[in-house]
């Protein structure tokens, strides 16, 4: 993978042709570069208005032996490895054409894909990657199934991936892979091909699926010796007279020889790579996964969506940075002084949104009559300290704001979480509720000790000029 801060493409277009896994069916895949921030999305140019598809997790579809992706009626099947290798080509973007509804399945593993990548390879695009470090333990557990998929904080910028396998059958017995970081994925996984038990086969092209399987393109383990009458019925389901398999054969029963001796396990790897990539982020961390299948993948790679919005949508309340007002210039166009100056800094401003921040000292004049013994900043002074932020922000919209004071008129929804006691440093984040008109401005503002909400509220105040400048 490209280790870089940047998003990449790629610098021509890629084809592939081949039959799908599932349906059978002869497709033509493009791989087509795309701009910036446009992620990974498939296109199906068999349908009228060509239409597409993003390739997240909440369009999945189906995770029945692999990860379909739907939208309005269209679906695209079959996902995973087509975009195991470009996640782990360090491919933010691209443009996914189909002509049918499959990826084509060609050996039953990436390594084509991966192949093809580096042949065109990548170039740089201007806008940043989208990452998401881990910084607490996600997981998904699914008794039933017996699957559990967990990723823990590293310390390194990587995705780290360790799988087991093991699924009670002496054939495959219980298997380990372990990928260190995505510059690996070429030489150790994007070979490794899809598998599957003989006693599987019927069941699975009885439900319609595995149409265009094949001795070829996956790894087919019989778990015990099948006779020549057993071999044509397993045949006959499939629609074909014969399987290409040796009776009485047991374990791999492939055309080729396993690529690795724990090769099942390092296709799981390869799948979950594949399904992760549906977070449209590159992720940083280290996952363990045992018995994994596209159900558990795609319910683990929610969860992480989950996470991922929940970060991507708190303010920066980091307090290192430096300050866009300090306190002396706070106190040039706030009326309030010690000891009611409740704003130390503010950290930042944009167009509808304010962050400051109040040090909670053991000097704090309220402490000496409130809860002395036990000392708790108030709950109205946090709200004060909110408020005094809010209005920085509403003097901030007006000319020679020196001259004008906010008044606030209504609070709601105010609630505290926890209590914030000496030492701490309150972060206040207020954003617009709705444009300033008329003097009145409707914010939402959230207060926050080393990231966890203590407090919040819904503020509504009025910029009123109430001083005049020629009097001064």
């Given at each position: 993978m490209i280790q870089s801060n940047k998003q990449h493409t790629l610098t021509s277009s890629i084809f592939f042709k081949g039959v799908g896994l599932h349906t059978g069916e002869t497709c033509t895949m493009t791989i087509l570069?795309?701009?910036?921030?446009?992620?990974?999305?498939?296109?199906?140019?068999?349908?009228?208005?060509?239409?597409?598809?993003?390739?997240?997790?909440?369009?999945?579809?189906?995770?029945?032996?692999?990860?379909?992706?739907?939208?309005?009626?269209?679906?695209?099947h079959t996902t995973e490895h087509i975009l195991a290798a470009l996640y782990a080509a360090g491919v933010d973007n691209a443009l996914i054409q189909l002509n049918g509804v499959e990826v084509p399945i060609l050996d039953g593993s990436s390594d084509m894909f991966t192949q093809g990548i580096e042949k065109v390879g990548t170039q740089e695009l201007e806008e940043d990657r989208l990452f998401f470090k881990v910084r607490k333990n996600i997981s998904v557990i699914d008794k039933e199934k017996d699957v559990e998929m967990l990723i823990v904080p590293i310390e390194e910028d990587e995705l780290r991936l360790t799988v087991m396998v093991d699924y009670n059958n002496a054939v495959l017995g219980t298997q380990h892979a372990r990928l260190e970081n995505l510059s690996q994925f070429s030489k150790e996984i994007s070979t490794c091909r899809t598998f599957v038990f003989m006693n599987e086969v019927k069941s699975l092209a009885e439900k319609g699926l595995i149409k265009g399987g094949d001795v070829d393109n996956a790894v087919v383990l019989a778990e015990k010796p099948y006779s020549k009458a057993e071999l044509r019925d397993i045949a006959k389901a499939l629609g074909r007279t014969?399987?290409?398999?040796?009776?009485?054969?047991?374990?791999?029963?492939?055309?080729?020889?396993?690529?690795?001796?724990?090769?099942?396990?390092?296709?799981?790897?390869?799948?979950?790579?594949?399904?992760?990539?549906?977070?449209?982020?590159?992720?940083?961390?280290?996952?363990?996964?045992?018995?994994?299948?596209?159900?558990?993948?795609?319910?683990?790679?929610?969860?992480?969506?989950?996470?991922?919005?929940?970060?991507?949508?708190?303010?920066?309340?980091?307090?290192?940075?430096?300050?866009?007002?300090?306190?002396?210039?706070?106190?040039?166009?706030?009326?309030?002084?010690?000891?009611?100056?409740?704003?130390?800094?503010?950290?930042?401003?944009?167009?509808?949104?304010?962050?400051?921040?109040?040090?909670?000292?053991?000097?704090?004049?309220?402490?000496?009559?409130?809860?002395?013994?036990?000392?708790?900043?108030?709950?109205?002074?946090?709200?004060?300290?909110?408020?005094?932020?809010?209005?920085?922000?509403?003097?901030?919209?007006?000319?020679?704001?020196?001259?004008?004071?906010?008044?606030?008129?209504?609070?709601?929804?105010?609630?505290?979480?926890?209590?914030?006691?000496?030492?701490?440093?309150?972060?206040?984040?207020?954003?617009?509720?709705?444009?300033?008109?008329?003097?009145?401005?409707?914010?939402?503002?959230?207060?926050?000790?080393?990231?966890?909400?203590?407090?919040?509220?819904?503020?509504?105040?009025?910029?009123?000029?109430?001083?005049?400048?020629?009097?001064?």
């Open positions: 570069p795309a701009e910036g921030n446009h992620g990974y999305k498939f296109q199906r140019t068999d349908l009228e208005d060509k239409p597409i598809i993003d390739a997240l997790t909440k369009n999945v579809c189906s995770t029945l032996r692999n990860t379909s992706l739907g939208k309005d009626g269209v679906e695209v014969e399987l290409g398999v040796v009776e009485g054969e047991t374990g791999v029963v492939s055309t080729s020889a396993l690529r690795f001796t724990n090769e099942p396990a390092r296709h799981k790897l390869l799948d979950i790579l594949g399904d992760l990539a549906l977070t449209g982020r590159y992720i940083h961390g280290h996952v363990l996964a045992a018995r994994p299948g596209h159900t558990a993948n795609v319910a683990f790679a929610k969860e992480i969506d989950v996470k991922i919005k929940a970060v991507e949508q708190m303010p920066d309340l980091r307090t290192d940075r430096e300050a866009i007002l300090d306190v002396n210039q706070i106190s040039k166009l706030l009326p309030h002084r010690y000891p009611f100056l409740l704003v130390d800094s503010i950290l930042e401003m944009t167009e509808n949104s304010i962050t400051g921040l109040k040090n909670v000292t053991m000097n704090e004049p309220f402490f000496q009559g409130h809860f002395p013994e036990n000392p708790i900043m108030p709950g109205v002074l946090q709200i004060e300290a909110m408020a005094q932020v809010g209005g920085v922000f509403a003097l901030s919209s007006v000319d020679e704001p020196e001259y004008w004071s906010t008044y606030f008129m209504k609070l709601d929804d105010v609630r505290f979480k926890q209590k914030v006691v000496p030492g701490d440093t309150i972060v206040f984040h207020l954003k617009l509720i709705s444009p300033i008109r008329r003097g009145l401005v409707h914010m939402e503002g959230k207060g926050y000790v080393r990231g966890k909400l203590v407090s919040q509220a819904i503020l509504l105040a009025q910029v009123i000029k109430d001083r005049n400048p020629t009097k001064d």
